[in-house]
C-alpha cells in the first residue's frame, strides 16, 4: 500500500514520526513536505499529497499540521477525498470502517507522538465495511458532485 504524507512547519516533527513508523512496518510513502519546520503555508503540501490521493496513485494520505484542521479542510475540497481529522484509535478506525475515509489529519500540538501513532495504527488497519454504510458514502459522492457541478457521466 502506497501512502502519501504531508506537513507544514506545525506537523513536521509528527511526520518525521509518522514516515519512521511507516518504514519500520513496511508501508511505501512519498513525502510530499514540508522539508523543515521553518513557516509554510499548509495548503501548499495538503493539497499536492490530497491530488495524489483522489488520482489513485496513492491509496492513502497521512497529513499533518498543528491541529490537523488546515490540512483536512483542505484536503477535503479536493473531489474523492474524504479526510477525517482523528484524534483516537476509535475515531479513526470507524472512518475508515463506515465513512471509506482516504486521508486523516492530525495535530501535532493536539496529540502526543505515542498517541498519534495509536490513532495512525488504528487507521491503516481500517477496512471500509460497506454494506450499510454503502449508501451513506454514496450520498456524500452526491452531494460532491452537485456542488462541483458534475453529473454522473462526469465522475
Do not use: W
Not at 23 to 38: M, P, R, T, V, W
Amino acid at each position: 500500500m502506497k501512502i502519501a504524507i504531508a506537513s507544514d512547519h506545525g506537523g513536521f516533527r509528527l511526520k518525521k514520526q509518522i514516515a519512521a513508523y511507516l518504514q519500520k512496518n513496511g508501508y511505501s510513502y512519498q513525502d510530499f513536505g514540508a522539508l523543515s519546520d521553518e513557516a509554510v503555508d499548509y495548503p501548499d503540501f495538503a493539497l499536492p499529497a490530497a491530488q495524489a490521493v483522489a488520482d489513485g496513485e496513492y491509496a492513502l494520505g497521512i497529513l499533518c499540521c498543528g491541529t490537523g484542521v488546515g490540512v483536512s479542510i483542505v484536503a477535503n475540497k479536493v473531489p474523492g477525498i474524504r479526510a477525517a481529522n482523528c484524534s483516537d484509535p476509535f475515531s479513526a478506525r470507524m472512518s475508515r470502517e463506515h465513512n471509506d475515509a482516504n486521508v486523516l489529519t492530525l495535530g501535532e500540538r493536539v496529540l502526543g507522538c505515542g498517541l498519534a501513532l495509536e490513532v495512525l495504527a488504528a487507521f491503516l488497519q481500517g477496512r471500509y465495511l460497506g454494506g450499510r454504510h454503502a449508501c451513506r458514502v454514496e450520498k456524500i459522492k452526491e452531494i460532491e458532485a452537485k456542488f462541483l457541478g458534475q453529473g454522473e457521466a462526469d465522475r
